[in-house]
């Protein structure tokens, strides 16, 4: 899924003229991932059912290959969006078949855990530190060493060298991943104290309401802020982030922290949770399956309509829409979303079957 955000930058400065990707083929770039998961996903239910997850898992190495395969010697774009397709459907597949533990015993689950982690670090020995990390140590020599090892003696890795040199001694220290990253484990930690002690509606009410607050403020921020909406590369963000910290280039950061809070304590896990509670045994096989595909194809639109929506109107349009909808999120917790908390399976059914009332029936 992150894969086009480290490639469409790429491929804009690519020398081959049959990869340049303009605003609509970057959104179909983009997008075409969230089909082919739907996909994956859809043949998941039939492939499950009929040869296990065991081999459904297996298949899918197969779309994986062939799209990391088309994607690596592509040389159209429509080659690079059949890649993206295919491994989309491998992803769907995996994604509703990869629950292991049915098929191995937690003791070999545990193992077999062990075995990418030690490829990993075997395949690290041999890889050089980062050029940046090494021009920040003040090792030039072997940041050029790197670059060589990596881009290849022919190619003019020194132009980069400089290039993210001057990137480096510009800008000052920023630590926005590593606090995105302890805001995600903060959060995550909190829904986890909190889910059965306030309830699944409060935590939903709490999130959709910082959502709401972060999104707003982007919206103003953007709208305020002078972008040219005709670049579409990573420039045409630029003047959010500066070359300095101020109050203002700070609102960025702080909006996206407090987004990623609000979702990772509620809209993230609970609606999850909700599914599993809410829907009917016997459905929920089906119904689990149609909430996915329903997910994926949501995310498909907003990735296909984004770079659109800011060609045409500015930045601040999706996230007027991601404001909005915040708001509707509210409205329809408070409308149609029972609380869970300390409700058998058999209560919340009934909930829905007798006139939303918890009760369980008698039989």
């Known amino acids: 899924m992150v894969f086009p955000s480290a490639v469409i930058e790429q491929l804009q400065k690519e020398e081959d003229p049959a990869l340049h990707l303009d605003v609509h083929q970057i959104s179909w770039f983009g997008s075409v991932f969230s089909i082919g998961v739907m996909v994956g996903g859809l043949s998941a239910m039939v492939l499950i059912d009929k040869?296990?997850?065991?081999?459904?898992?297996?298949?899918?190495?197969?779309?994986?290959?062939?799209?990391?395969?088309?994607?690596?010697?592509?040389?159209?774009?429509?080659?690079?969006?059949?890649?993206?397709?295919?491994t989309g459907i491998a992803a769907g597949i995996q994604a509703s078949s990869i629950p292991v533990g049915l098929i191995l015993p937690w003791r070999w689950l545990?193992?077999?855990?062990?075995?990418?982690?030690?490829?990993?670090?075997?395949?690290?020995?041999?890889?050089?530190?980062?050029?940046?990390?090494?021009?920040?140590?003040?090792?030039?020599?072997?940041?050029?060493?790197?670059?060589?090892?990596?881009?290849?003696?022919?190619?003019?890795?020194?132009?980069?060298?400089?290039?993210?040199?001057?990137?480096?001694?510009?800008?000052?220290?920023?630590?926005?991943?590593?606090?995105?990253?302890?805001?995600?484990?903060?959060?995550?930690?909190?829904?986890?104290?909190?889910?059965?002690?306030?309830?699944?509606?409060?935590?939903?009410?709490?999130?959709?309401?910082?959502?709401?607050?972060?999104?707003?403020?982007?919206?103003?921020?953007?709208?305020?802020?002078?972008?040219?909406?005709?670049?579409?590369?990573?420039?045409?963000?630029?003047?959010?982030?500066?070359?300095?910290?101020?109050?203002?280039?700070?609102?960025?950061?702080?909006?996206?922290?407090?987004?990623?809070?609000?979702?990772?304590?509620?809209?993230?896990?609970?609606?999850?949770?909700?599914?599993?509670?809410?829907?009917?045994?016997?459905?929920?096989?089906?119904?689990?399956g149609l909430c996915v595909v329903v997910s994926w194809a949501t995310a498909f639109a907003l990735t296909q309509v984004f770079m659109h929506a800011v060609e045409a109107y500015g930045l601040f349009t999706p996230f007027l829409l991601f404001c909005v909808i915040c708001v509707l999120n509210i409205i329809f917790t408070a409308k149609c979303v029972p609380e869970t908390k300390g409700r058998s399976l058999e209560e919340i059914e009934n909930y829905f079957r007798t006139g939303r009332t918890f009760t369980i029936a008698e039989s």
């Open 51 to 86: 040869i296990g997850r065991k081999h459904s898992i297996m298949i899918s190495v197969i779309p994986s290959m062939a799209g990391f395969l088309i994607l690596a010697v592509a040389h159209k774009v429509c080659l690079l969006l059949l890649g993206r397709l295919f």
């Open 110 to 288: 545990a193992i077999a855990g062990e075995v990418p982690v030690l490829i990993m670090l075997i395949l690290l020995c041999f890889m050089p530190n980062s050029p940046r990390y090494l021009i920040t140590n003040n090792k030039r020599e072997e940041a050029a060493r790197a670059l060589k090892w990596l881009r290849g003696s022919e190619s003019n890795y020194i132009a980069e060298l400089n290039q993210i040199e001057q990137t480096v001694n510009s800008q000052p220290p920023k630590f926005d991943a590593a606090i995105v990253a302890l805001v995600r484990l903060f959060s995550v930690a909190t829904a986890a104290a909190l889910i059965d002690k306030v309830g699944r509606k409060a935590l939903l009410y709490i999130s959709a309401f910082i959502m709401y607050l972060a999104t707003l403020s982007m919206t103003i921020y953007t709208l305020k802020t002078s972008c040219d909406t005709g670049n579409t590369t990573a420039e045409t963000y630029g003047t959010m982030a500066g070359s300095a910290l101020s109050s203002s280039t700070l609102i960025p950061l702080i909006s996206i922290v407090l987004f990623i809070f609000g979702y990772a304590i509620g809209w993230g896990p609970i609606t999850w949770l909700l599914m599993s509670e809410i829907l009917p045994t016997a459905a929920r096989g089906v119904a689990s």
